[in-house]
């Protein structure tokens, strides 16, 4: 296990995704989200997001957890330079998704066009894997909490973003 400070946590959920379910062919929906989640990791991997897992419709990100690919040691003007990039490159990642998703059409006529709730906000994160068989990354914590409830709560179509987020990110960012 690892803990991170100040790791940008993005969480989504497509709305309506139980319904578009029940009205669809299993097999229409496992290629909807393959090919959905698919757009999603090619932008994440362009923008510099690291995507944690996916569980169902919910899509998980970061970006921040310095260390996952050998420890940061920038201190200083530089490492808050980069504090304020990870936070930039998430909100864009996040938009993006919301743009991606835009173009995408149901799986049939009974489907409501797709549409997705995202939340994010930035914090301390216990990282590891747990068990050992189906072995998986997950991240735990308050904050991470935070982000699945910012999300929740959101309004389709927007970016939900905790106090913390507007604050660091003020004068970057268009904020509502």
């Known amino acids: 296990a690892d803990e991170f400070e100040n ?6 959920d497509i709305c309506g995704f139980t319904k578009l379910a029940a009205a669809s062919q299993p097999s229409d929906v496992v290629r909807l989200l393959s090919r959905l989640f698919s757009t ?18 919910a899509y998980i990100a970061v970006t921040g957890m310095f260390g996952m690919f050998g420890r940061d040691t920038d201190s200083g003007v530089l490492a808050g330079r980069r504090h304020l990039e990870n936070g930039l490159a998430l909100i864009n990642f996040a938009v993006a998704m919301l743009e991606q998703i835009a173009k995408v059409e149901p799986p049939n006529e009974k489907c409501d066009k797709l549409n997705m709730r995202l939340g994010v906000h930035v914090g301390r994160v216990v990282t ?7 072995l998986r990354y997950d991240l735990w914590g308050t904050d991470m909490l935070i ?8 309004i389709p179509g927007e970016v939900c ?6 604050h ?7 904020f509502r």
Request: hydrophobic share 35%; aromatic share 6%.
């Open 161 to 166: 973003v905790s106090e913390q987020v507007t």
């Open 40 to 57: 999603f990791d090619e932008l994440s991997d362009q923008m510099g997001v690291y995507k944690v897992q996916t569980i169902g419709d």
């Open 7 to 12: 790791v940008f946590i993005l969480a989504t």
């Open 147 to 154: 982000a699945t409830s910012l999300e929740s709560n959101g």
């Open 128 to 134: 590891g894997v747990v068990g050992t068989k189906k």
């Open 168 to 174: 660091l990110l003020q004068g970057h960012c268009d």
